[in-house]
């Protein structure tokens, strides 16, 4: 399976979605990342019983917590999908990647550029 | 423990508005346990207030520093070396906490950055119930466990009310009745004389400032 996913989606790995923190997810778009998001299981599919459902949690709370900022709450988003399914996978990058370009770039990473 | 939430992110950011160098001070133990004012709450505290200033054009330079309470003057001292290089202090304690802080640092202004909430029992991961509000008059021997000052709406020592509603409150059906609640625990413990006596209106010491002093640990007076 020789599947094509936009380049400017870097991939980190973590053991389960549950590992992700809202820090994590802060920290990415502090530091000028236009988007972040997390690829999780299938909901009631975690091996960890409620890693994506709290992974999922993280994800709505700092979105709002990026609206506050007055930062758009949709660069940060939260997937899920089963281990098999790698078109979908693909499918989830180019529609992030999409929708962050219609957002256009991070504001921070231009006043840390300019500063 | 100790509960408190976070202020609302536009309160924090308008208490700052005038400062370029800020200390964020967190508390490890109880704020930390509730989830509130611990080291971790400190970094996402300061990644938002770094990431809105910048925003605005009017960056922030923020340090972070979590001591172990910040009720103990033992544990203030570590921050005697750092407060001096900074134009304000952000405290993510209790009220306690952070008048303690700006007692200590009465030079520069001390903001909280949390409101505080309560005494409160962990229900499960994030929740929590206020059980206590600090009377100073205990009475939970004889009410089965259960205070009537923090469960009942009125607060009342003698009850209930008329508004007693087949286990419910009148102010709220969802609440239960404290005093129903009371009676079914001492029924259930065989102690339902000891709902009949009487107490004595909430002496309401807490309107003061209340110090505390152990038996045994009374300073020899000079």
Not at chain 1, 85 to 103: C, K, Q, V, W
Not at chain 2, 152 to 161: D, V
Request: aromatic share 6%.
């Amino acid at each position: 399976m020789r599947l094509q996913y936009p380049v400017n989606v870097k991939i980190i790995l973590v053991p389960c979605s549950g590992k992700v923190d809202v820090l994590h997810l802060l920290r990415a778009i502090q530091k000028g990342a236009d988007g972040v998001y997390v690829v999780g299981c299938l909901e009631g599919t975690c091996h960890y019983n409620e890693g994506n459902f709290r992974a999922r949690e993280r994800v709505e709370y700092v979105k709002t917590l990026l609206e506050e900022i007055g930062l758009e709450s949709d660069r940060v988003r939260m997937y899920n999908l089963a281990s098999g399914e790698g078109p979908t996978f693909a499918a989830y990058a180019n529609e992030m990647t999409d929708l962050i370009r219609s957002l256009g770039p991070n504001p921070l990473r231009n006043k840390a550029e300019n500063s | 423990m100790i509960v408190a939430k976070r202020k609302p992110f536009e309160e924090i950011k308008n208490l700052l508005k005038d400062y370029k160098k800020v200390l964020n001070v967190g508390c490890g133990t109880c704020v930390a346990v509730c989830l509130v004012g611990g080291e971790k709450e400190v970094d996402v505290l300061n990644a938002e207030l770094d990431m809105a200033r910048k925003l605005e054009d009017n960056p922030i330079e923020l340090g972070a520093c979590t001591v172990e309470r910040q009720c103990d003057r033992e544990y203030l001292a570590e921050l005697d070396d750092k407060v001096k290089d900074y134009d304000a202090v952000l405290s993510m304690a209790c009220g306690v906490g952070v008048q303690f802080l700006a007692e200590r640092f009465p030079d520069i202004p001390v903001f909280p950055a949390v409101d505080t909430s309560g005494l409160a029992v962990n229900q499960a991961v994030g929740w929590y119930e206020e059980r206590c509000r600090s009377c100073s008059s205990c009475v939970l021997g004889l009410t089965g466990g259960i205070c009537p000052v923090t469960m009942c709406a009125k607060g009342l020592y003698n009850g209930p009310c008329g508004g007693t509603n087949n286990g419910s409150c009148e102010v709220d059906i969802d609440q239960p009745c404290a005093w129903y609640m009371i009676y079914e625990r001492l029924q259930r413990q065989g102690r339902l004389d000891v709902i009949k006596q009487l107490h004595q209106a909430v002496e309401w010491q807490n309107q003061v400032p209340r110090t505390l002093i152990q038996p045994g640990y009374k300073k020899p007076e000079e």
